[in-house]
T-cell receptor
Framework: KAGVTQTPRYLIKTRGQQVTLSCSPI?????VSWYQQTPGQGLQFLFE???????NKGNFPGRFSGRQFSNSRSEMNVSTLELGDSALYLC??????????????FGEGSWLTVV | GENVEQHPSTLSVQEGDSAVIKCTYS??????FPWYKQELGKRPQLIID?????GEKKDQRIAVTLNKTAKHFSLHITETQPEDSAVYFC????????????FGSGTQLTVLP
């Protein structure tokens, strides 16, 4: 069974640009959540989608957005990139939702560098 | 919202010794506490988890204990091996309306051969 797949794995963007990251959850998993990992702030929750609906949102500015498609694949978008957005963006999936007690599995992440 | 504190931030042990990492949480409604291991450049991987109706859980050399009254939980690794070297994160999930995982700041464990 394939794990959580994220693309692209590495990317470099310029300040002011926008970026879209993609995540394919484990087959059968309907919940997808996104986390930002930085050395200074650790792992911080961005948002969670279930059945194409955003169920939870972390404390990030509106430049960070996401969506989920009918096949449970998810994308997150960051507009007007800032240097501080440089981070590892991790996608995680679970069978139903994080609030159901099911294990959360992480993808390998997308390394974003903003220059 | 939930706040999780993790200690220590770095831990070095000799191979074969035990390692203990401690976390405290603030939200008494939290009911699920996973531990993740993250090797350099890799994804966080779940190594063990515990739910609030259980006080202790073991899986071979790894154990987790939970004290709901004191709102803290700990990871215990016995007979440590060099391949245990990694960053370990604790997390907590509330049963309230904001049901995401809140992570601790991580512990860099180094097992010296």
């Amino acid at each position: 069974k394939a794990g959580v797949t994220q693309t692209p794995r590495y990317l470099i963007k310029t300040r002011g640009q926008q970026v879209t990251l993609s995540c394919s959850p484990i087959s059968g998993h309907r919940s997808v959540s996104w986390y930002q990992q930085t050395p200074g702030q650790g792992l911080q929750f961005l948002f969670e989608y279930f059945s194409e609906t955003q169920r939870n949102k972390g404390n990030f500015p509106g430049r960070f957005s996401g969506r989920q498609f009918s096949n449970s694949r998810s994308e997150m978008n960051v507009s007007t990139l800032e240097l501080g957005d440089s981070a590892l963006y991790l996608c995680a999936s679970s069978l139903t939702g994080p609030d159901s007690g099911n294990t959360i599995y992480f993808g390998e992440g997308s390394w974003l560098t903003v220059v | 919202g939930e706040n999780v504190e993790q200690h220590p931030s770095t831990l070095s042990v000799q191979e074969g010794d035990s390692a203990v990492i401690k976390c405290t949480y603030s939200d008494s409604a939290s009911n699920y506490f996973p531990w993740y291991k993250q090797e350099l450049g890799k994804r966080p991987q779940l190594i063990i988890d515990i739910r609030s109706n259980v006080g202790e859980k073991k899986d071979q050399r790894i154990a987790v204990t939970l004290n709901k009254t004191a709102k803290h939980f700990s990871l215990h690794i016995t007979e440590t091996q060099p391949e245990d070297s990694a960053v370990y994160f604790c997390a907590a999930r509330s049963s309230g309306s904001a049901r995401q995982l809140t992570f601790g700041s991580g512990t860099q464990l180094t097992v010296l051969p």
